[in-house]
Every structure is written in structure tokens, then in C-alpha cells.
């Protein structure tokens, strides 16, 4: 029979002396919370002040001279000419066009991906038939058949958005299928148990317990749409910000291809949060593990 520890039959008494009266707790407390906002002031502090020597240090080196404008301009420079690119239009202007771009070709793609992973993955015949051509398909680099697609379309508005749609069928695909087949048998068998057909089984069960992973892959997508955006847009293109890149680099505007990269980073970084918010809509009644 195993004997109680010295600090289990001590731990009661001493939990009964201490202090715990009501006041002493709340003012405690306040104090506690003065403590954390100064320690968050003090952290975002210091988070802002190495971005800010960085800058300080790069505009001291461009002005003077360490670092020459064709190779990078200095911040004042980008912020001049991002300032002039918004107040004559310039900038919305490539930006939409850009954006209709990637957002059609991602539609097709998210469509052709899904359509194809639910004729795969809700049956066994359809993974024969659609799954072995989709692996095939998949290891292919596909801005390695930009070629290919200019004989087919020509150099217009067709291969881009048929180059977008490709890259961004296969990860909506795998992720959808996967989510589809690694679906806990369990939650069959109790649709089973309450007999659902099986379009009441794929609408009520499969779906939703694969929309996680639809979700997952719907994100590797937008990111390959802006991959490809970069490329396509230096097809014979007149606008888009891929064009801009790609004009900017043979005047040596480093100015002008900051400025574009800074738009990627913002509009990747906006549409993810989208993507993010459309997924705990979605999946509002999953608990997941957030973190310590």
C-alpha cells in the first residue's frame, strides 16, 4: 500500500493560511495587467526599432554612395515614387488588371481541381481513371510549358490565364483528395448507422470533413497564382505588375521593382488573411489545438 507524500498531507493546511482575500486579488491583478501592457509597449518597441536602424543605415548608404541607385534605391527614393505611382493612377491601374487575372485563372483552376478530386476521391473507378494522368501532370514544372502554351494561344490574354489555371489545379487537387480519403471510417459507418444514402453520406459527412484540407490547398493556390502572375505578365504584356517589374528592370528602376515586390508581399499577406477569416467561417464548428 503506498504511503502519502510529506507534501500532500501538508499542502491543504498550508493552502488554508495564505492570504486569499478578495481586495488583495484584485489588486494584484492590476498590477499584473500594468506589468503585461508595459512589457507589450517595451516588445513592440523593440521590434520596431531594428526595421528602423535598418532603413536609417540603408538611406545613409545611398546618400553616400555605398550603395549605388542600380543596384538598390534609397527608402526616400521608393517612397517618392510609390507616392507619385499612387496619385496618377498608375499603380490601381496595373494592380486591377493584375488582379483579374490571377483571380480567373485561379477560379478555373480551384473549379478543374475540385471537380477532379471529387470524381477521385468519392469513387474507386474515377481514381483509376483521373488520378494516374493528375501524377503524371503534376511533376511537371509548369512554367516549363509557357512555350508550349504560346503555340497553342498565342500571346495574348489566353496563355496567361491558362498558365495561372494550371499551376493552381494540382494543390486544390491532392489537398481535396487526400482530405477525402483520409476521412475517419467511423463517421461512415455512423452515417451508415443512421442510414443516409450516399449523397446524404457525401454532402453531410464527406464534405465537410474534407473542407479542412480544401482549405489548406486553397492557400497553396493563391500563392501559386501570384508565382505565375510574375511570369506570365512578362509575356508580351502591356500592363500588370509583372510588367512593371519587367520594364522597370531594363531601365534599372530598383525603385519601381521594390515597390512591386512590397505590392506581392501586401496582396499575398491580404489574401491569405481572407482566406483565413472564409476558413473559421466555414469551420466554425471544429476544435482544433491553436497553441500554448
Known amino acids: 500500500m503506498s504511503q502519502p507524500k510529506t507534501t500532500d498531507l501538508h499542502y491543504p493546511s498550508a493552502l488554508q493560511s495564505l492570504p486569499l482575500n478578495k481586495p488583495l486579488k484584485r489588486r494584484r491583478s492590476f498590477k499584473f495587467r500594468i506589468w503585461i501592457a508595459k512589457q507589450s509597449w517595451v516588445d513592440g518597441l523593440l521590434r520596431l526599432i531594428s526595421p528602423l536602424v535598418l532603413l536609417v543605415l540603408w538611406e545613409g548608404a545611398s546618400r553616400i554612395g555605398w550603395l549605388p541607385t542600380q543596384i538598390i534605391a534609397a527608402p526616400s527614393s521608393i517612397g517618392g515614387t510609390l507616392w507619385k ?14 488582379l483579374q487575372r490571377a483571380m480567373l485563372g485561379l477560379s478555373i483552376g480551384v473549379s478543374i481541381g475540385t471537380i477532379l478530386a471529387l470524381v477521385a476521391g468519392l469513387s474507386r473507378r474515377g481514381e483509376l ?18 512555350p508550349l502554351f504560346i503555340l497553342w494561344f498565342g500571346v495574348g490574354e489566353t496563355p ?7 499551376g493552381t489545379t494540382f494543390p486544390i487537387y491532392l489537398s481535396l483528395f487526400s ?19 450516399r449523397r446524404e453520406t457525401i454532402w453531410h459527412v464527406i464534405l465537410p470533413g474534407a473542407l479542412p484540407s480544401f482549405f489548406v490547398g486553397l492557400r497553396y493556390s493563391f500563392g501559386i497564382s501570384w508565382l505565375g502572375l510574375v511570369v506570365v505578365e512578362q509575356i508580351n ?3 500588370g505588375i509583372g510588367y512593371l517589374v519587367n520594364d522597370a528592370r531594363d ?9 512591386c515586390l512590397l505590392v506581392y508581399s501586401v496582396l499575398g499577406l491580404t489574401i491569405d488573411a481572407l482566406v483565413r477569416w472564409l ?13 500554448n
Open 85 to 98: 505611382m499612387i496619385t496618377d493612377g498608375s499603380l490601381a491601374g496595373h494592380l486591377w488588371i493584375s
Open 129 to 146: 481513371v483521373v488520378d494516374s494522368p493528375m501524377q503524371m501532370l503534376r511533376t511537371l514544372p509548369f512554367l516549363a510549358v509557357v
Open 160 to 166: 496567361k490565364i491558362a498558365l495561372i489555371a494550371l
Open 179 to 197: 482530405g477525402i480519403r483520409n476521412l475517419d471510417y467511423k463517421l461512415i459507418e455512423a452515417a451508415k448507422t443512421l442510414e443516409l444514402n
Open 237 to 239: 504584356a502591356t500592363s
Open 251 to 259: 531601365f534599372m528602376r530598383t525603385d519601381v521593382i521594390v515597390i
Open 279 to 291: 476558413e473559421r467561417r466555414a469551420l466554425v464548428w471544429r476544435t482544433t489545438f491553436v497553441g
